[in-house]
């Protein structure tokens, strides 16, 4: 069984990527996925939040406002620290039940599909990691079409991260996804066959 990391900055492929390789066979565990599991009405990332920012950040049906929370959260690096601290080791334990789960049933190719692998320290678990990234331009480009952020908005999301060049130092592959979308798919194409049959099992 094999364990790949699969990250990259916001909006720069990842998901699109992290789809396919779940098409081709790949387990993927998705960390954003488990937050969100988590942040259920009654689950503990849901009551702790609301203990902390108290009922402002409800809707009116119960659930989280996650757009509230995305604000507070990124004009305040406390809450930022606060929310990490408080997600991660829950995040983690269910990531390791997760990885258990698929070793108990022999899986071949673990994917673990994190937005902010390195910064979380979740690439140790994984036998490689590969970075699927845009250049900037058209990473921002692609960010204020999907999230309709303004210009100044998408640069200041892209500017909070790790900056790209200190994450493709420190990955063992890279998915160029400034293109278009058949030319990366070929890409995860070629590193499919590489992990699949370079004898690791
Ligand atoms: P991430 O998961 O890294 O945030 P997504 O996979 O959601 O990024 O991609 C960001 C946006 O860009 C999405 O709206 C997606 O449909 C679009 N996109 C991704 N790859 C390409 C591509 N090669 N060409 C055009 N649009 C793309």
Known sequence: MKIIGLTGGIASGKSTVSAYLQEKGASIIDADAIAHEL????????????QHFGDKILLSDGQLDRRVIGKLVFSDP???EWIDATAHPLIQHEICQRV?????????LIVLDVPLLFESGWDKMAEKVCLVYAEE??????LMKRNGYGREEAAARI???????EKKKR???????????????????RLWKEWTHDGVS
Not at 100 to 108: G, N, V
Not at 137 to 142: A, F, L, M
């Open 100 to 108: 258990r789960q698929y070793q108990a049933e022999k899986k071949s």
């Open 171 to 189: 990955a063992d592959c890279l998915i160029d996804n400034s293109g278009s979308l058949p030319s990366t798919l070929r890409q995860v194409d």
């Open 78 to 80: 406390a809450e930022r």
């Open 159 to 165: 500017a909070a991260q790790m900056p790209l060049e």
């Open 137 to 142: 331009k058209i990473q921002q480009e692609r």
């Open 39 to 50: 942040l259920a009405p009654g689950k503990p990332l849901y009551e702790a939040y609301r």
